[in-house]
């Protein structure tokens, strides 16, 4: 597509991202017109394609979304938004259901009943899989076939949002350049309804599970606009990244453990049993600790298949075996070397239980919101889930409001940035995700935070406005930071060695608001 043509499109909604969250809204909006904004083309770039653990969805006879809400709010260390757990995990099942009704096939056992597998922390088996571990896989296929067949979605590959437009406090649009070229011309797209839904940070971080492109530029881009952000302190480091000089990090599956894959050190120490009383399934964030702390302590910390799973591993798991194969391990009969993956992010723009930001005309979901569903601490397979709900709430909230009269107010459209992206800068964009590991990674102190703070001040005056896609990844950096040393306790994701214990007075979610704002002005602003 041509940067001319993207210019003189109407639509009643532009969706940045095509993920989950941003491929199930654009296809709950039709038929109305909408354009679906992606930094790399449609199917590359999104975490989505590269799930393996599954969707959670109460299916299974005797168990319930009571259950399903449960163990999320247990895995949440206290500040889930009960609300919205009790929402997500009611629609769930609906959600699965949407997508057979779209052509998913999920994994059947012999008698033709859905096969649920088991994650951590999940007390029954509510674990759905399309081709074993390749869920994220199947899951694109059939929404990039939908979407493709879908007549009112115009799909814009290789165009990446870089500001949101604002008219009168109102998001109207976006700011956009085409990728890959140093001198591209940014496009101004206007529309009465903007969704970000350009999922997490993983790549602000050194080692990451996430693609490359998982920046954080959603939430740079609402922060600079003045949305109300919350819980930016909460990181998922999965504790099981393959550890083999390979970025992104590719994944040992939770799953693995939960078929009863043990870790072990390099003296053949199964140091989890010493560690929580669920051992290799206690919550991710003991894991993740855990095996920093093995490293830290000079050891080499491993993930053993070989007993609980052994010959069946290529079968059952046959993602992970290629990308161990890949680097000369045979999961069947060698140990996998592991180590802690930036992951997820529990944190992001606020929203509300349709996906509505604090600024009007602004929707997210997906990784880049904060529903309030993962609290401090992301029960695994309920972010695709998450992206599924809310993709769609949001898209019906917006097609709820179509049709109403549009802002006639004229639009200035003047970038900020001189380019998207400036190949000279790659070495700061290193540096930044260094600065990001070392101090606001799996252990974090005031000490570091304040270092990695004045470090991305350094930087930010280094990269000038250059880059919107480096500036915008320095402001998510920040803003991370910045959340972390505010929080003076240790919860769920948010480990502080100079807090080490979880605070009872500090039991709420964070919210922040950037700008200079209180929150008395901001909720005046977002109301008038
Ligand atoms: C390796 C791995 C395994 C996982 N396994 C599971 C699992 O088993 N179960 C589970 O529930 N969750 C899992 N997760 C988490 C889950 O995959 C993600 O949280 C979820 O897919 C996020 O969906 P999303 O739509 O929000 O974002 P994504 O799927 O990441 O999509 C983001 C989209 O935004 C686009 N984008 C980003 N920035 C811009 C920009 N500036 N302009 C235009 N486009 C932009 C990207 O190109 C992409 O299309 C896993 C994550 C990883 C990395």
């Known amino acids: 597509m041509q940067r001319d043509e993207l210019a003189t499109r109407n639509a009643d ?3 940045v991202g095509g993920g989950v969250a941003g491929l199930t809204a654009a296809l709950k909006l039709a038929p ?100 074993g571990d390749g869920t994220g896989a199947g899951l694109m296929e059939a929404l990039i076939t939908a979407v493709r067949a879908c007549p009112s979605i115009m799909i814009a590959e290789n165009f990446a949002a870089e500001e949101l437009l604002l008219n009168q406090g109102r998001v109207c649009g976006v700011i956009a350049r085409a990728t890959g070229q140093a001198d591209a011309e940014p496009v101004c797209l206007r529309a009465a309804a903007v969704v970000l839904a350009t999922g997490g940070i993983g790549g602000l971080y050194a080692v990451t599970t996430n693609p490359a492109g998982c920046t954080g530029a959603g939430l740079a881009m609402a922060a600079n606009a003045g949305a109300k952000l919350s819980d930016l302190e909460f990181v998922q480091f999965h504790p099981t990244a393959m550890n083999i000089g ?49 490293l830290h302590g000079g050891h080499t910390p491993y993930l053993d298949c070989r007993t609980a799973i052994g010959e069946s591993f290529k079968d059952r798991f046959p993602t992970v075996f290629a990308l161990a194969a890949a680097s000369g391990i045979n999961p069947s009969t060698d140990l996998i070397p592991v180590a802690p993956a930036a992951h997820y992010h529990m944190g992001g723009i606020a929203t509300d239980c349709n996906g509505r930001t604090s600024l009007p005309g602004l929707w997210a979901c997906g990784e880049v919101a904060a529903t309030g569903l993962h609290g401090a601490n992301r029960l695994a397979s309920n972010s695709l889930l998450e992206g599924l709900v809310f993709g769609a709430r949001a898209a019906l909230d917006i097609a709820a409001q179509c049709g109403g009269a549009r802002d006639p107010a004229p639009l200035i459209c003047r970038p900020k940035f001189q380019s998207y992206d400036a190949p000279e800068l790659a070495p700061l964009a290193q540096r930044l995700r260094e600065i990001m590991s070392r101090y606001a990674g799996v252990v974090r102190n005031e000490n570091g935070l304040r270092r990695a703070l004045m470090e991305l001040d350094d930087l930010m005056l280094e990269a000038g406005q250059r880059s919107a896609r480096i500036t915008n990844m320095l402001i998510a950096a920040r803003l991370i930071c910045a959340a972390a040393l505010q929080r003076h306790e240790s919860r769920g994701g948010h480990y502080r060695e100079d807090y080490p214990a979880t605070d009872p007075a500090q039991q709420y979610r964070s919210f922040f608001y950037p700008s200079g704002m209180d929150a008395q002005q901001h909720e005046a602003r977002a109301r008038a």
């Open 13 to 15: 909604a532009i969706i």
């Open 246 to 294: 390979v970025s992104p990090a590719p994944l040992a599956t939770e799953a693995l453990r939960g078929e009863g894959a043990v870790l072990v050190n390099e003296l053949g120490e199964r140091f989890m049993v010493h560690e929580h009383m669920a051992a290799e399934l206690a919550p991710r964030d003991v894991v993740a600790r855990a095996i920093s702390r093995q």
């Open 32 to 131: 109305h017109p909408v354009i679906l904004l992606l930094n790399a083309p449609l199917g590359s770039g999104a975490a989505t394609g590269w799930a393996q653990g599954g969707i959670s969805a109460a299916m299974a006879p005797g168990d319930s979304p009571q259950q399903h809400a449960s163990d999320t709010l247990s895995a949440a260390a206290g500040i889930a938004d009960a609300a919205i757990v009790a929402l997500a995990t009611r629609e769930a099942p609906r959600c699965i259901e949407d997508l057979m009704a779209l052509g998913v096939r999920f994994d059947r056992m012999p008698d033709g009943g859905l096969a649920l597998g088991r994650e951590a922390a999940h007390s029954v088996n509510r674990i759905l899989h399309i081709g």
